[in-house]
């Protein structure tokens, strides 16, 4: 069975960072683009940045950038989104999905929430 | 890109239509031929679904009451007899360009 699931949300102070992960099963995560996507409590999703397959190739949203990294780790099926200079506009479920090609978001994982407050 | 989708909200009886719209800011004709404009529900709780890829394909196990239809910039998702299980939040994704996705449409049985 394909399944994602993310992990190391949590509560972070203003300015702070974070790392979250993605666990990938039941598909071999090298063949796949993967992608962030975000959703502030009660708003609707917001995509945040995907990464090719070899993890050469990485592309954010304009508000994320120079703030966040996403990485992968092929061998051992995982996905990384590392935060930092966090802001209170960035609280929100944070999801990892596959990406069959441009945007065909097949599977998703159940999201990790990340919380920015003093 | 600005991804505009109308109605922001919508109430069916059981049984009726539905449709909802998805304006993009620019074409999402892609240089291969293709538009890669998508449909996602959300539905309470869960996370999103994919239901049409591609402007007008059903993905897999997505019942025939859903279609979608469109080109350009301009782009509809139709119920053609709404279930209670269709309740939730649809968004427009397009992935032609940076991928952005719409406002959502939240849809409820009246």
């Known amino acids: 069975e394909v399944q994602l699931v993310e992990s190391g949300g949590g509560l972070v102070q203003p300015g702070g960072s974070l790392r979250v992960s993605c666990a990938a099963s039941g598909f071999i995560l090298r063949n796949y683009w993967m992608t962030w996507v975000r959703q502030a409590p009660g708003k609707g999703l917001e995509w945040v940045a995907n990464i090719n397959g070899d993890g050469s190739e990485q592309n954010y949203m304009e508000s994320v950038k120079g703030r966040f990294t996403i990485s992968r780790d092929n061998a051992k099926n995982s996905l990384f989104l590392q935060m930092s200079s966090l802001r209170a506009d960035d609280t929100a479920v944070y999801y990892c999905?596959?990406?069959?090609?441009?945007?065909?978001?097949?599977?998703w994982g159940q999201g990790t929430l990340v919380t920015v407050s003093s | 890109i600005v991804m505009t989708q109308t109605p922001l909200s919508l109430s069916v009886a059981p049984g009726q239509p539905a449709s909802i719209s998805c304006k993009s800011s620019?074409?999402?004709?892609?240089?291969?031929?293709?538009?890669?404009l998508y449909w996602y529900l959300q539905k309470a709780g869960q996370s999103p679904q994919l239901l049409i890829y591609e402007v007008s394909s059903r993905f897999s196990g997505v019942p025939d009451r859903f279609s979608g239809s469109g080109s350009g910039t301009d782009f509809t998702l139709k119920i053609s007899r709404v279930e209670a299980e269709d309740v939730g939040v649809y968004y427009c994704?397009?992935?032609?360009?940076?991928?952005?996705f719409g406002q959502g449409t939240k849809v409820e049985i009246k």
């Open positions: 999905a596959r990406d069959l090609y441009f945007g065909k978001l097949d599977t």
């Open positions: 620019q074409s999402l004709l892609q240089s291969d031929g293709k538009t890669y």
């Open positions: 994704l397009e992935g032609t360009h940076l991928k952005t």
